[in-house]
């Protein structure tokens, strides 16, 4: 009896357990685990903490364009290009909003500040330069934080043409807001 007891506490079920297997293992990944991280294309470094023989995990990827730059799928002039128009897209205030607000609701919806204004027309003259067609693998990457090989799937049907096509985007891009070019 108290073998079958073991095994059952050993084996365990829900999140609560992997949580503590993983803090018993001495990561901090949670339930997907150091291979799942590493599989889904995460650069994980290991690193020591302040407790003896405890190392924590660090991922180092938090998006699809930091995977492409650690990848070197993408020059830093690139990324560059890319995070300003995250930046600018997501302090015009044109980002969904996670939380909601249980006030009173006047108005359909809120009135732009002029700096927000300013920034949404930064946002649509960069997307208006690189053209049409570069514009949509930028959204789907740049914005909607989506592998470039689904936006390649979708468009053109080959999912290996979404890395070319972005970093044209990319060029483009850098170049209407005058990023400098890097050294050859």
């Given at each position: 009896?108290?073998?079958?007891?073991?095994?059952?506490?050993?084996?365990?079920?829900?999140?609560?357990?992997?949580?503590?297997?993983a803090?018993?293992?001495?990561?901090?990944?949670?339930?997907?685990?150091?291979?799942?991280?590493?599989?889904?294309?995460?650069?994980?470094?290991?690193?020591?903490t302040?407790?003896?023989?405890?190392?924590?995990a660090?991922i180092?990827?938090?998006?699809?364009?930091?995977?492409?730059?650690?990848?070197?799928q993408?020059?830093?002039?690139?990324?560059?290009?890319?995070?300003?128009?995250?930046?600018?897209?997501?302090?015009?205030?044109?980002?969904?909003?996670?939380?909601?607000?249980?006030?009173?609701?006047?108005g359909?919806?809120?009135?732009?500040?002029?700096?927000?204004?300013?920034?949404?027309?930064?946002?649509?003259?960069?997307?208006l330069?690189?053209?049409?067609?570069l514009?949509?693998v930028?959204?789907?990457?740049?914005?909607?934080?989506?592998?470039?090989?689904?936006?390649?799937e979708r468009?053109?049907?080959?999912?290996a043409?979404?890395?070319?096509?972005?970093?044209?985007?990319l060029d483009?891009?850098a170049?209407h807001?005058?990023?400098p070019?890097?050294?050859l």
């Amino acid at each position: 009896m108290a073998k079958k007891r073991r095994k059952t506490a050993a084996r365990g079920t829900g999140s609560r357990n992997a949580a503590q297997a993983a803090l018993r293992a001495g990561t901090d990944l949670g339930a997907l685990g150091l291979a799942g991280r590493k599989e889904k294309g995460d650069l994980i470094e290991m690193e020591e903490t302040i407790d003896a023989g405890v190392r924590r995990a660090r991922i180092r990827t938090q998006s699809v364009l930091d995977r492409y730059l650690a990848r070197a799928q993408i020059t830093r002039r690139q990324f560059d290009a890319a995070e300003r128009l995250h930046g600018t897209w997501r302090a015009s205030g044109s980002a969904q909003t996670v939380v909601a607000s249980y006030g009173l609701r006047v108005g359909g919806g809120g009135d732009l500040t002029q700096r927000q204004a300013a920034l949404r027309s930064d946002v649509t003259s960069a997307l208006l330069a690189v053209g049409n067609r570069l514009a949509s693998v930028l959204v789907h990457v740049c914005l909607c934080d989506e592998p470039a090989g689904t936006w390649g799937e979708r468009q053109r049907g080959k999912a290996a043409d979404g890395i070319p096509v972005l970093r044209l985007a990319l060029d483009s891009l850098a170049d209407h807001w005058g990023l400098p070019q890097e050294p050859l």
